[in-house]
């Protein structure tokens, strides 16, 4: 089958190899050409890890091009895989606009009878937005089917996520699309979930906002865990066992980021306001995150005498998560940005991640030097090499041996042996 990819970000990058990987020849079709010469060349122009391996070699092979001729990519393609951003306005809700854009070219130079799928994150009601968006730019009708197929991967483990998802959603109205859509993915060992496309849209922002509000409940339960004395990692160790609670998405941090939870709650939240049907949980889910990082400040402050005033503090790791470079929403920008806000002088690292300078803002490429001197250290995004650094001869370059972990990742007994004043989220 020929497969259209619209937008070569995260997912659709890794939709189109998938499908590489299971035999078909696929187009990916981008508008930016900073993007397309990377792909074009094999190289990958974001931070992932294995997917550019799979992209070299299926550029080699021709099973993947990429183009920006919208017109022959739609003209020449069966099915078309949506996966534009969808980001987020100033109200909280979802823009359509790039979804729109799209569905307008499809409809514009369609020829011939065509599946059209969203995998982008799109509210409720979407499917029929753009089957009204399609058919209004068409200039004879031409049959063509909609679905709502959402993506589930996570960036840093996008591969892996997207060759053995738990779950494949479907959801459509037309039986030949339920058709295709099956043999396009019978190749995957997972439940296929056929709905219809309300129901599809509505399970991507509802499991997106479950498992966010497991780690906001985590969070604020974890302040309360501090107030009493106990290790929240052990709380949540012990009800994670409890299978019908699960052990993931309850690490306590500085509470969640990227592109894809802030924006999808939010949207949610706005749907169900539009509904009349508001969502206090997931208002409060909201709540919670936003003050995570202010909570690891006000430690921060009472540890150096109450204010942050010229103090220099070190922080490790910008990307709103490990194992990517995205830093979208990142809780470690949030708090970087209070810091400055209360006059602190700011140097930071990360592995992957460059940021540009700014006043009483430097980046610098060592630990070594980000460390030097500072009257605080922040783990700002849990990435394994700062595990395993040597906080033996870190501590004596520090003017402060005080570690804040914002992500309670870090042996606690190991650094406080080594004579560092160590704090955590209820890491105790
Ligand atoms: N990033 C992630 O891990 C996940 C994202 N999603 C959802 O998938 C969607 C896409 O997300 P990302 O891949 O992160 O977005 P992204 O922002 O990285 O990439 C979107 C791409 O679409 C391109 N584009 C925009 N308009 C276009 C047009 N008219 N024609 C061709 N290309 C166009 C942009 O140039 C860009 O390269 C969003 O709705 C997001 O919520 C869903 C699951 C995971
Ligand atoms: O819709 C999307 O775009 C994707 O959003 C998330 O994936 P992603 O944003 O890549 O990252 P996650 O691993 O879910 O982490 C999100 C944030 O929560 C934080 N987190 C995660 C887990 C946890 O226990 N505690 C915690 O604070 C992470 O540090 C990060 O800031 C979902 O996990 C994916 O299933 C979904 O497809």
Redesign the pocket.
Request: with cysteine; aromatic share 14%.
């Given at each position: 089958m020929k497969i259209l990819i619209v937008g070569t970000g995260y997912v659709g990058t890794t939709t189109g190899l998938i499908f590489c990987e299971m035999g078909h020849q696929v187009t990916g079709l981008d508008l930016d050409d900073h993007k397309l010469q990377a792909l074009k060349a094999g190289k990958l122009y974001f931070y992932e890890p294995g997917l550019e391996e799979l992209l070299s070699r299926h550029v080699a092979a021709k099973n993947i091009y990429f183009t920006k001729n919208t017109k022959k990519a739609v003209k020449e393609n069966d099915i078309i895989f949506i996966c534009v951003g969808t980001p987020m306005e100033t109200d909280g809700s979802a823009n359509l606009t790039y979804v729109k854009n799209v569905a307008e070219s499809i409809g514009k130079y369609m020829n011939k009878s065509k599946i059209i799928v969203t995998k982008s994150?799109v509210p409720v009601g979407t499917a029929e937005l753009v089957e009204k968006w399609v058919s209004g730019k068409q200039a004879t009708p031409i049959r063509f089917d909609v679905v709502s197929n959402p993506?589930?991967?996570?960036?840093?483990s996008a591969l892996q996520?997207a060759l053995n998802p738990d779950r494949i959603i479907i959801g459509t109205k037309s039986e030949k699309a339920r058709k295709i859509m099956k043999e396009l993915y019978k190749d995957f060992h997972c439940p296929i979930v056929i709905t219809n496309p309300k129901a599809s849209e509505m399970i991507?922002y509802a499991?997106?906002s479950f498992?966010a509000m497991?780690?906001s409940y985590?969070n604020e339960l974890a302040r309360l865990c501090d107030a009493l004395n106990i290790n929240v990692n052990e709380v949540s160790k012990g009800i994670g066992l409890d299978t019908r609670i699960g052990p993931?998405?309850?690490?306590?941090?500085?509470?969640?980021?990227?592109?894809?939870?802030p924006k999808?709650v939010n949207a949610l939240i706005q749907t169900a306001k539009e509904q009349g049907k508001p969502l206090s949980i997931l208002e409060s889910v909201v709540k919670v995150n936003e003050k995570q990082p202010i909570y690891i400040i006000e430690k921060i402050k009472q540890a150096l005498g109450g204010n942050l005033i010229n103090k220099k503090i070190a922080v490790l790791g910008l990307s709103?998560?490990a194992n990517?470079d995205d830093t979208r929403e990142?809780?470690s920008l949030r708090l970087i940005d209070r810091l400055l806000a209360e006059q602190a002088q700011v140097k930071v690292h990360d592995p992957v991640v460059k940021i540009a300078a700014r006043p009483s803002l430097v980046q610098l490429q060592s630990v070594e030097e980000t460390v030097a001197g500072a009257e605080a250290l922040v783990i700002g995004t849990?990435w394994d090499e700062y595990k395993v650094l040597e906080w033996v001869n870190l501590k004596p370059l520090m003017a402060h041996p005080y570690i804040f972990d914002g992500?309670n990742m870090l042996d606690k007994r190991m650094v406080t042996n080594i004579g560092f004043y160590y704090e955590g989220i209820a890491n105790h």
């Open positions: 994150t993506e589930f991967l996570r960036e840093g996520d991507k499991a997106n498992l497991k780690i985590i993931q998405f309850l690490r306590a941090g500085m509470g969640y980021g990227g592109s894809c939870f999808d709103f998560k990517t990142s809780p849990d992500r």
